[in-house]
């Protein structure tokens, strides 16, 4: 007897409390922002799970040729607040951390022949802090948790000691975590990173992936349904990140 409640959440597709109730593990789904040719279906399937996520973002090009904060994608933000995602940041460009440059600087560098810089504290702060004002002009409500992820899991003294001055802890994500839609479908099709995840994956294990990823030949997302329902069914909750973090 799934309740009124039940009922309810069914009735929108989302997970019900006896879905919940069966629930052994826990896993924090943390989604990086990117590509984005599959986010529309990405989200579908969480959704239809009643499945929530922390979501990094970053300003970054889309498929669409524009960029991931720009007006454009209001709406898809705004969906994903209303179904109860939750945001951190993950810097303005998704420039690459290369290391420190003495007390209160840091290396902040493009992978995209886009330029470099030394950034120190008040650059560092604005760098973090942007991506969540532009969120902000596009959906004043949005859960904001005070965390940040480097691009790439790249994070140096410096640049972390800096973040915590402006009130943010970074977050990577757990060994077992990294789902593997950056890797080359070649070498890493997805029925093996299925087969990877689904063998790996522990209680407690932060979960990284992205929107989409432009080098990848066979999407991800061709396994994000599959993946959903073969944690679900060994008893795994999807809860979005505490605001301390993990």
């Known amino acids: ?73 209001a709406p898809f933000w705004r969906a994903r607040a209303a179904e109860g995602h939750v945001f951190a940041t993950h810097t303005w460009r998704h420039w690459y951390f290369t290391g420190d440059a003495g007390p209160g600087r840091t290396r902040y560098v493009s992978r995209r022949n886009e330029g470099g810089e030394t950034l120190e504290q008040a650059g560092l702060c604005a760098e973090l802090a942007r991506p969540i004002e532009a969120l902000r002009a596009m959906v004043p409500n949005a859960t904001v948790l005070p965390l940040w992820r480097a691009p790439g899991g790249i994070v140096t003294p410096e640049a972390r000691r800096m973040a915590a001055a402006c009130g943010l802890r970074h977050q990577g994500w757990t060994a077992n975590g990294f789902l593997g839609d950056e890797l080359p479908s070649a070498a890493h099709p997805n029925a093996a990173l299925l087969r990877r995840n689904l063998a790996n994956i522990r209680d407690g294990e932060v979960l990284v992936m992205h929107w989409g990823v432009r080098s990848r030949a066979e999407p991800f997302a061709g396994i994000f349904d599959a993946l959903l329902d073969g944690l679900i069914a060994r008893g795994f909750c999807f809860a979005p990140l505490p605001a301390q973090g993990i």
Do not use: K
């Open 1 to 73: 007897m799934i309740g009124r409640r039940g009922l309810a959440l069914a009735a929108l597709g989302l997970a019900t409390p006896a879905i919940a109730q069966s629930c052994r593990a826990t896993v924090y789904l943390t989604i990086d922002t990117g590509w984005s040719r599959e986010a529309e279906q990405l989200a579908e399937a969480m959704r239809r799970r009643g499945v929530r996520a922390t979501l990094f973002i970053a300003n970054e090009q889309t498929h669409r040729g524009d960029r991931q904060l720009e007006a454009s994608w």
